[in-house]
């Protein structure tokens, strides 16, 4: 098994900054890739940011330029820098991590519990 433990939420004002850090533990062979996904009350889950082993990124658009995904592959955890926060990126963070058991095992994808994101004034 896998476990991801998210650390980092909060409440912030409008503008502020925060960084949520994600760590992964377990029967971890080798991971391919980390991420963020967010959902909102009431709104779809929707993909923040990812990255692959390789340092490759992608972000959702309406967070590009505003936060920044890191990955420290020695100790298996992700990083998302926030910055210039919104009241629309409130909402539970949950991140991910695609995981190999074995060498040229097949990938799976565990979740944490999410941590709660609070932008308000």
């Known amino acids: 098994q896998v476990q991801l433990v998210e650390s980092g939420g909060g409440l912030v004002q409008p503008g502020g900054s925060l960084r949520l850090s994600c760590a992964a533990s377990?029967?971890?062979?080798?991971?391919?890739?980390m991420g963020w996904y967010r959902q909102a009350p009431g709104k779809e889950r929707e993909l923040v940011a990812g990255i692959t082993s390789g340092g490759n990124t992608n972000y959702a658009d309406s967070v590009k330029g505003r936060f920044t995904i890191s990955m420290d592959n020695a100790i298996r955890t992700v990083y998302l820098q926030m910055t210039s926060l919104q009241q629309e990126d409130t909402a539970v963070y949950h991140c991910y991590a695609n995981v190999q058991h074995r060498l040229g095992g097949r990938t799976y994808e565990y979740w944490g519990q999410g941590t709660q994101v609070t932008v308000s004034s």
């Open positions: 377990g029967s971890i062979f080798s991971i391919n890739g």
